[in-house]
């Protein structure tokens, strides 16, 4: 099954601040990456699905990026309600695979 | 709204069986696969298997099968996962996933998620 792997682990980031989330693939996933935000007691909510594009409704400030093997998510201008677990995970072959997540604190 | 609602915890003993319920309302049950994941405690998530409501397919990982068992009652748009031989590593939060894709057997993000059950596996 394909690896997934995110860093850091935890980033320390100032409200109004850039966070850049890295997550790499054991093997190619093309396009094929999705990222979630999990909150404390909650259930995951997609954010950026086929490695760019915004789930509905999800503000401007998110962006992911990459291909193949590499892939970034980028929140711009960090806000409260921001600071959270975010995972990717591979939509590219059988099984679909998560990566460990990062956890984007308050600095 | 588009959502999946799922039953309340368990706590089961090793060896004993688990039947989660996941209830969807909003959209058209049979237009979606739904896919179970799981988050076991201190573990990342692992996928346990899909169902087309439509068709009655299903696929399970080589890891949980004979396991897991996925089953779907249509006319009440409602998908269940049932999980025998409970060990204590299988505590941990149980979610139902609708795919993105209405195409079935797809493999794509998981865009709606039911808000999960703890199952707790104890003696």
């Known amino acids: 099954e394909i690896v997934m792997t995110q860093s850091p682990a935890t980033l320390s980031v100032s409200p109004g601040e850039r966070a850049t989330l890295s997550c790499r693939a054991s093997?190619?996933?093309?396009?094929?990456l999705a990222w979630y935000q999990q909150k404390p007691g909650q259930a995951p909510r997609l954010l950026i699905y086929?490695?760019?594009t915004r789930a509905t409704g999800l503000p401007a400030r998110f962006s992911g990026s990459g291909s193949g093997t590499e892939f970034t998510l980028t929140i711009t201008s960090l806000q409260s309600e921001d600071f959270a677990l975010y995972y990717c995970?591979?939509?590219?072959?059988?099984?679909?695979?998560f990566g460990q997540g990062t956890k984007v604190e308050i600095k | 709204q588009v959502q999946l609602v799922q039953s309340g915890a368990e706590v089961k003993k090793p060896g004993a069986s688990v039947k989660v319920s996941c209830k969807a309302s909003?959209?058209?049950?049979?237009?979606?696969?739904i896919n179970w994941v799981r988050q076991a405690t201190g573990q990342g998530f692992e996928w346990l298997g899909w169902?087309?409501?439509?068709?009655?397919?299903?696929y399970y990982p080589r890891k949980f099968k004979g396991r897991v068992t996925i089953s779907m009652n249509t006319s009440i748009s409602t998908a269940f996962m049932e999980l025998s031989s409970l060990r204590p590593d299988d505590t941990g939060v149980y979610y139902c996933?609708?795919?993105?894709?209405?195409?079935?057997?797809?493999?794509?993000?998981?865009?709606?998620w039911g808000q999960g059950t703890m199952v707790s596996v104890s003696s």
């Open positions: 996933v609708r795919v993105r894709s209405v195409v079935e057997a797809a493999l794509d993000a998981f865009d709606i």
């Open positions: 909003g959209y058209t049950f049979s237009t979606y696969d």
């Open positions: 169902m087309n409501p439509n068709s009655g397919n299903a």
């Open positions: 093997q190619s996933v093309s396009s094929n």
């Open positions: 086929g490695a760019s």
């Open positions: 995970q591979q939509s590219h072959k059988w099984p679909p695979t």
